[in-house]
């Protein structure tokens, strides 16, 4: 199938293939903090400047979640596969609490966080061996910003769990033009349509219903770079539309606001995300002939 086709109404359709996708590896790393068992702590944010993806964060104002969640059958080396590969599921996890700072607060208890109301007793639910503990840093969106583990253990001296801007690295190797380019059209309307997506740029399935932002960028300097340079696609753009499209399965690209058209020298780049996917690798990126 090819990857447009012109309706007979006169709009354009650009549908988004497996074929089309780029082609992204990427591993992620992630610190772990020994802490007491059955004893307190505070979780520290304060040095959480920029996300997994290198963009600024304000920790006072941006972080605006702390959740932990606890897999009790999956060890640290297993959850960052699960990570790697978006293979978890809702049954790996068999613990939960959240924590929403108020004000400028860049700073937890452990005994702070909460589920419905009803706050961690460290004591019985901060030990040794019950499982792998994962502390996460999330946007008012939902977007992941980083994320830490801790481990209890008996004995440990005293410590802070620190979130900073090395808590979690995002390694990644890629090639923007591996799959074949999308054509653009003119016409009344330009929809793009990503409801064939099966896999992603590793190769893992996709999640549809997951996607939920859209990207539409131009760019004026060389493939290479922009491969050497791929978390900063958003600030190195000279034409940049970011839409949510969470709920969607296609969208028409003359809604977005400023765009008239692929004008302008340059590549053209779609890229389709998961803001709440804990790998904040996006699931499409397509060129643009």
Sequence with gaps: MLPFFLACTGSVEIILQDENNFDFQSNIIADSIVIPAEEDALVDWSGLTADILSATVDPATEVDELSIVRFANLTQEEVIDGINNETLKQSDLTGFVAYSPEGNETSAMLSEFSISGTSVDVEEEIQEGIGTFLISGTKEDGEYISFVFFEPTNGAEPSTVMLTDES????????????????????????????????????NPVVLSNIDRLMLARYTMDLSELEQRFLELEDLADELY????????????????GFSGFEGEGTWLVAMRCSSCVNPSPQFVGLFE
């Excluded at 090639?175 to 099966?198: K, R």
């Design 242 to 257: 970011i839409v949510d499209v969470a709920g969607l399965g296609s969208y028409d690209l003359m809604e977005l606001e």
């Design 168 to 203: 979690a690295l995002l390694e990644f190797d890629l090639d923007l033009d591996a799959g074949s380019p999308l054509t653009p059209l003119t016409g009344e309307q330009t929809v793009v349509t990503w409801s064939q997506l099966t896999t992603n740029g590793a190769g």
